[in-house]
């Protein structure tokens, strides 16, 4: 893949960042926010891997779009090529806003900052871990997710009537 085949708002993994004679590089998953086109040929991408971590993507560079990368990860199911990972399909931000978190128009991140501030804080963590966990486990981790959020309940219990 060549940098004048991006996009520019899609999300890119790039496998040799910063690669050298001394190191392979870094894997590193950024969305392309510049795509700046060269007469000379030496065409460059800006990625933002996390908020103000820019990194710049050339032409020597080895990436693909993070979708395709993840379908060749990805098991298929069924007759019409079905993503058995449903979050893997739907995921459009993985960083802000990823589908394993969502429900229609509500963030789980919204609704565990609402419910969090009427515990004292020192409970608060744990009942945003276990909202957390369980609101994600059938779309990402199943029984280890459900096994975290417990934890975090029980850690609650525990806490409860501690001052």
């Given amino acids: ?30 969305k392309v926010v510049e795509l700046e086109y060269n007469e000379d040929g030496k065409n460059t991408a800006t990625i933002e891997s996390m908020p103000f971590q820019r990194y710049t993507v050339t032409d020597d560079n080895y990436f693909d779009y993070w979708n395709d990368y993840m379908e060749n990860k990805t098991e298929y199911i069924g007759i019409k090529r079905q993503s058995n990972d449903v979050q893997q ?66 850690r609650l219990f525990d806490m409860w009537g501690v001052k």
């Fill in 1 to 30: 893949m060549k940098i004048r085949d991006l996009d520019k708002g899609r999300y890119i993994v790039v496998y040799d960042m910063g690669k050298s004679e001394y190191s392979d590089g870094m894997r590193v998953v950024g």
């Fill in 89 to 154: 399909r739907k995921r459009h931000d993985m960083v802000n806003s990823p589908s394993h978190y969502n429900y229609g128009d509500v963030e789980v991140i919204d609704y565990c900052d609402q419910v969090c501030k009427t515990y004292p804080p020192q409970l608060a963590p744990y009942v945003f871990n276990a909202i957390k966990y369980l609101s994600r486990a059938n779309y990402k981790n199943g029984q280890e997710d459900i096994n975290k959020a417990k934890y975090y309940v029980q």
